[in-house]
């Protein structure tokens, strides 16, 4: 596609509740990134995936996180029994190579729109 | 560990004026890059300009301009001609060394006043 497309655009769940959240990333792109920005604040780093691969996961924060990338295109960001505090926009964020060395250039990602959680 | 510092909350300016939004970063590695990105209501961030630190000549995108001092370690943004649609929420981020993530700075929320 043309964008990067995340969906839902607005979710509200419950506290405990289980929520996936899908992004498109950019046809042919094989980096795609998870962020998550709480209300006021930057994106704060989730998860990366190389095509299929997850090849950080550090910024995830908590085992109630989890993300996935089976075919190296279509993403989805899954919590598990959310909590008040998950509350924020998560943001997925694609570009066409691999971070690499940044001699070689600016490597620039796409952001979706995000989809905003809101946990009550 | 990396770190983006950006000092400015908010920031007024007038309609056709120019601005600078302040960016100060912090990292030991020497290979870094540096990005600005602008945030409108919609939520989508929009990549703007991009700094490497070995870059010689500072960058320019249209009416957008990176004042990159390494010695003081900054990145100011400039926007020369303001226009009511670049009011937004604007993000400075960096990605360095070996990292494959961009770390953001909290952001100045810019207003253009007509």
């Known amino acids: 596609g043309a964008g990067v497309s995340q969906s839902p655009r607005y979710k509200v769940a419950k506290r405990g509740q289980d929520v996936a959240l899908r992004c498109d990333p950019i046809?042919?792109?094989?980096?795609l990134f998870w962020y998550q920005q709480a209300l006021g604040q930057g994106p704060e780093f989730l998860t990366y995936f190389q095509n299929e691969a997850q090849l950080d996961k550090s910024g995830l924060p908590s085992d109630r996180f989890f993300a996935e990338r089976p075919e190296g295109s279509v993403s989805t960001l899954k919590i598990q029994r959310t909590q008040q505090e998950d509350s924020a926009v998560y943001l997925c964020?694609?570009?066409?190579?691999?971070?690499?060395?940044?001699?070689?250039?600016?490597?620039?990602?796409?952001f979706g729109a995000g989809s905003r959680l809101t946990v009550l | 560990a990396q770190k983006i510092t950006q000092t400015q909350p908010g920031m007024f300016v007038q309609e056709k004026e120019a601005v600078t939004l302040d960016c100060t970063y912090d990292t030991s590695d020497q290979s870094y890059g540096l990005f600005w990105y602008k945030q409108p209501s919609s939520g989508e961030m929009i990549f703007l300009i991009y700094?490497?630190?070995?870059?010689?000549q500072n960058a320019t995108e249209g009416r957008y301009s990176l004042n990159f001092q390494k010695a003081r370690k900054s990145a100011n943004l400039v926007i020369s001609a303001s226009q009511l649609g670049d009011s937004a929420m604007y993000f400075c981020?960096?990605?360095?060394?070996?990292?494959?993530?961009?770390?953001f700075g909290s952001g100045t929320q810019l207003t253009v006043l007509p």
């Open positions: 700094q490497g630190s070995y870059d010689e």
């Open positions: 046809s042919g792109h094989v980096s």
């Open positions: 964020a694609s570009s066409p190579s691999p971070p690499g060395y940044l001699r070689s250039g600016a490597n620039v990602l796409t």
């Open positions: 981020a960096m990605r360095a060394g070996s990292a494959r993530q961009l770390t």
